[in-house]
């Protein structure tokens, strides 16, 4: 009855291409993936995974920023480049360096008269403030 001749095993064609290939390449490209995490990555992943109310709103959200910056990118204004000019140069200014002659004398006597205006409005400046003093604190306090 056993025939060595003949083929007993019943094969099946395989589908050229297509879906199902694509979702068994990625399978195991995912798997590959999923085994080269270390343990306590994995255990962290499928608790995160597995607590529902949390996973939602985090992908959804994480969904959304993705979403909106692909749609930034694709979408978004082109600005003109900014063009950098040059500053004019401009002309520096004309400064007088000599002193102009005064009517009341020349101008040495006129700072030194000045230095000793200033040098008496310092003196008189009370830099303790000894004119103030703190107000009178009654600590008799009844409520």
Known sequence: MNNPEINQTVTQPKPKGGVTEVIGKIKTVLLRVWGSFPLPVKNILIKFYANKKVFIPVTVAFGLIFLIIILGLLFGTRSAPVVFI?????????????PIATPSGDILSVTEIKLKELNSQINSLDVSQQKLSPPAIDYDVSF
Not at 86 to 98: A, G, L
């Open 86 to 98: 040059p500053p004019k140069k401009t002309p520096t200014p004309f400064v007088v360096t000599t």
